[in-house]
């Protein structure tokens, strides 16, 4: 069955640091990549995808995220975090044309201190 | 002002009752979806609905049903079969179809928060 794993549980970083959150997935056909940011006491919303093209994409804040096929990975990335950073971050995955499903990770805490 | 409303945001329910959480779209979408939060556990997929008058069963059905019978709404019924039903629940949409790429992205509602006492 297909998966999408996200290592880091927990992340706690000073302002300033660079960010990098882990996906790697399990599907071996083509997908379409996402990755959902919920703020405190915010609506899920989506923060970029990846669906062909540039494996580099690039999102809203800041963000940016590199699809590497080989590895089945799809990690989130940002050089300068700050303390609105705050927030739990999903990566989500799904099979491009044959399904809706979206598969999500488990998510990642982000706490950026300030 | 386009978007999914979901309603109540929070909602109690006594153990053994059946209740029913709403959810609305005026983004003109096909497909429509509820998922279940949990910490730790990411979300996880109920049911999904690719147009009016169908629906599919997602990884974790038991206990719970939909209907549609409009394009902009999706309610979600937590039956007294379900065994664990305090959770948060985000109702989503997508454009659906087959094409894939941007027809895939799924916008979420603001979520309900179930609590069984």
Redesign the interface.
């Known amino acids: 069955a297909q998966s999408v794993s996200q290592h880091n549980h927990h992340v706690i970083l000073s302002e300033a640091a660079s960010l990098e959150l882990g996906c790697n997935y399990s599907y071996g056909g083509t997908v379409n990549l996402f990755w959902y940011v919920q703020y405190p006491g915010q609506h899920l919303q989506l923060l970029l995808k990846y669906f062909s093209g540039d494996p580099l994409v690039k999102g809203i804040k800041g963000f940016e995220a590199e699809f590497i096929k080989s590895k089945f990975s799809f990690n989130l990335r940002k050089p300068s975090v700050q303390w609105s950073d705050t927030a739990e971050y999903f990566c989500a995955v799904n099979r491009a044309g044959s399904s809706y499903k979206l598969i999500f990770g488990s998510g990642t805490r982000l706490l950026v201190r300030p | 002002d386009g978007g999914i409303t979901q309603s109540p945001k929070y909602l109690f329910r006594k153990e053994g009752q059946n209740v029913t959480l709403s959810c609305e779209q005026n983004l003109n979408h096909d497909?429509m979806?509820w998922?279940r939060q949990d910490p730790?556990?990411?979300?996880?997929?109920i049911y999904?609905s690719?147009i009016v008058n169908d629906f599919q069963k997602?990884d974790i059905a038991e206990g719970y049903s939909v209907s549609r019978e409009k394009k902009e709404s999706f309610p979600l019924t937590v039956t007294s079969a379900q065994k664990n039903p305090t959770a948060f629940y985000?109702c989503a949409s997508?454009k659906?179809g087959?094409?894939?790429?941007?027809y895939?992205?799924?916008?979420?509602?603001?979520?309900t928060r179930l609590t069984v006492l």
Request: net charge neutral.
């Open positions: 497909a979806y998922y730790g556990q990411g979300l996880r997929l999904y690719q997602g985000l997508s659906g087959t094409s894939g790429g941007t895939n992205e799924q916008f979420f509602g603001p979520g």
